[in-house]
């Protein structure tokens, strides 16, 4: 038996596997909100006041840098450690969360993915995975000997946000004013979509009263934007969710470069899957393939979205079997 965790920012998800004739079988699920609880051991004991029997293997995937064992998450008040956990478990991983996203990809049927673009992947291509949430995550898969990757964590959702026209850069100046250094993940993220709404408030004169925010906390601001964005009732929102989109698919076509990610480019995170009209309008994969010269080299890039919001719990358990996947 297997625990695997998915830990982010605003939810927690738990399961169970069994591992049955070499195949994992989920036996056991649930989904906490962070929010309720002080730390993830809280949630730990809440899980298994239901008579489960503990596993000897937990794997955790978590929003955050890992250090000697241990996670600060980034966009949450809590610190999950190795050796604290020991007392639940014999062996304990822990991995970023998009670690545990990125691993689950190789095991995910066709159904599990919506297309963007098909491309012409290579069976032992780099994959790359981006997951706009909470925060953005990053993570890659390599492949090297057999049929094993090297898995690459990463915390480029907080490389330099880096502008590509006068639209752009205004907003980047806006944001100026309320932070110091302005990384990728203030944008391409939940909270993003909140500081865009504001600036096309505030900097370009939009019409129309948008008081209905007022009152609204931030998870359910940035989810009344995208619905109001893409059913057409606030300027406002259809102007954000259009600059998101475009910057969003620029960013994955700057990974898809950067990582030579012949094997494809998935979308992961719990934004995506809700905008997949506006993703398959056009404008995202203008922004990925608008690279000057490399736009013949990223058509042949499989472009895809995860739908499977699941996908980490099967990524971190197979991460734990180690047949895979090495660091």
């Known amino acids: 038996m297997i625990l695997a965790a998915d830990i982010g920012g605003t939810k927690t998800l738990l399961a169970l596997y069994d591992l049955k004739e070499s195949r994992l079988e989920k036996v056991s699920e649930a989904r906490f909100q962070n929010r ?16 489960l029997d503990k596993p000897e293997i937990a794997c955790l995937g978590v929003a955050g840098p890992i250090s000697n064992g241990a996670c600060e998450l980034t966009n949450l008040d809590w610190r999950i450690d190795q050796k604290q956990l020991e007392k639940y478990f014999k062996r304990v991983f822990l991995i970023n969360d998009l670690v545990a996203m990125a691993c689950a990809t190789p095991f995910l049927k066709e159904d599990a993915f919506f297309v963007l673009q098909a491309g012409s992947p290579k069976e032992a291509g780099r994959i790359s995975v981006v997951a706009a949430g909470t925060g953005l995550g990053q993570a ?97 929102c259809e102007k954000t969710m259009g600059l998101f989109v475009e910057l969003y698919g620029a960013l994955a076509g700057n990974l898809a470069l950067q990582f030579m990610s012949k094997g494809g480019v998935f979308l992961g995170g719990g934004i995506a899957p809700k905008i997949l009209p506006l993703l398959g309008q056009g404008t995202f994969m203008d922004s990925f393939l608008s690279k000057g010269r490399f736009k013949k080299f990223l058509t042949d890039i499989p472009v895809k979205v995860i739908l499977d919001d699941k996908a980490p719990l099967l990524g971190a358990a197979q991460f734990a079997l180690g047949n895979k996947f090495v660091c």
């Open 36 to 51: 309720n609880y002080t730390n993830f051991e809280s949630v730990l004991d809440e899980y298994f006041e239901k008579g």
């Open 140 to 236: 890659f898969l390599v492949p090297v000997s057999g049929d094993k990757y090297q898995v690459i964590d990463s915390e480029g959702g907080h490389a330099d946000f880096t502008p590509r026209n006068e639209l752009e850069t205004k907003l980047l100046f806006f944001l100026q004013k309320e932070f110091s250094r302005v990384s990728v993940e203030r944008v391409v993220s939940g909270p993003g979509l909140i500081y865009m709404f504001e600036f096309f408030k505030k900097n370009l004169s939009i019409k129309g009263s948008e008081d209905w925010e007022k009152g609204l906390g931030k998870e359910k601001l940035a989810s009344e934007i995208i619905r109001r964005g893409m059913e057409g009732q606030s300027e406002a």
